[in-house]
């Protein structure tokens, strides 16, 4: 919490929510339907959904955003996703970015520079929400480009409703957790150049984790640190992530360029 909110724990971050909310949230909390089901429940609850986010969350259910949440999909320093159901009953991801967490400091360098971000908060909080607004900005640009990414449905301070990328049984796995062939190496590519000159937009943190495989279907995900192509650091950016995507399939056996071979033709 920020200096200035007195309560303490989710009974005190519950002050100010719509009974039907905190209903569903102590219920969510008694479940365990977050995380990790052992001693630190309670301090990963309060973690998370502090008072204000709680508000957020009231806010987009009033608005229909979303109906309820469910359990976690992904559990990471700076945010969680949670699975969550839509009013017409479908499945939706909610991404929460932990305002507690310092760990925004350190993405201080994908902002900074970006002209789309002139001004810089100080704020912690303000610099989550910043980082929030980037993310949901550069999901719709990457979309509208013709990327295949989560569609973004909803964005309210440190929260973004986005498409659900699975099935009932779960998330869709990863390239990392999938078997990969040289058709995931040519749509990969594809996909940070069309990324790059269509949506003017470098990922800056693209790795075999951030790409989902569903049967024949590959999203791109986290689009939190993505760049503008003009940043200061784009070029230093987009060597990196073709880099990161070259070694991850030489290990996995398949390799036709090295990364110098592919910038000339990105740059």
């Not at 996703?81 to 009013?87: D, F, G, L, P």
């Not at 991404?95 to 925004?104: D, G, I, M, N, P």
């Not at 550069?138 to 659900?164: D, K």
Request: aromatic residues 8%; hydrophobic residues 35%.
């Amino acid at each position: 919490m920020q200096e200035g909110d007195k309560e303490e724990g989710l009974d005190g971050a519950l002050h100010g929510v719509s009974e039907k909310t905190r209903r569903k949230l102590q219920k969510f909390e008694r479940e365990g339907l977050h995380v990790r089901k052992d001693a630190d429940q309670r301090k990963v609850m309060e973690e998370v959904f502090d008072r204000v986010t709680l508000m957020a969350i009231d806010e987009l259910i009033s608005r229909r955003d979303l109906a309820k949440l469910e359990g976690v999909i992904n559990s990471g320093k700076e945010s969680r996703v949670y699975r969550a159901t839509s009013i017409g009953g479908g499945p939706l991801a909610v991404k929460v970015y932990l305002t507690s967490t310092s760990e925004f400091r350190k993405r201080l360098p994908y902002i900074s520079g970006d002209r789309r971000f002139a001004h810089i908060p100080s704020n912690s909080r303000a610099l989550v929400y910043l980082w929030t607004r980037k993310e949901f900005k550069n999901l719709n640009l990457a979309g509208t480009a013709g990327v295949r990414v989560p569609r973004p449905l909803a964005c309210l301070r440190n929260i973004i409703v986005m498409e659900y990328i699975g099935d009932s049984n779960g998330r869709s796995p990863t390239f990392a957790e999938s078997e990969v062939d040289e058709q995931d190496y040519d749509w990969t590519f594809e996909t940070i150049a069309h990324l790059s000159k269509r949506a003017r937009l470098i990922h800056a943190d693209l790795s075999e984790y951030n790409i989902f495989k569903s049967n024949s279907e590959r999203v791109l995900f986290d689009m939190g640190s993505a760049v503008d192509s003009a940043h200061p650091k784009a070029i230093e950016f987009l060597k990196r992530d073709v880099y990161n995507m070259v070694r991850f399939f030489s290990k996995r056996g398949i390799f036709r360029r090295d990364a110098n071979s592919w910038m000339k033709d990105l740059i």
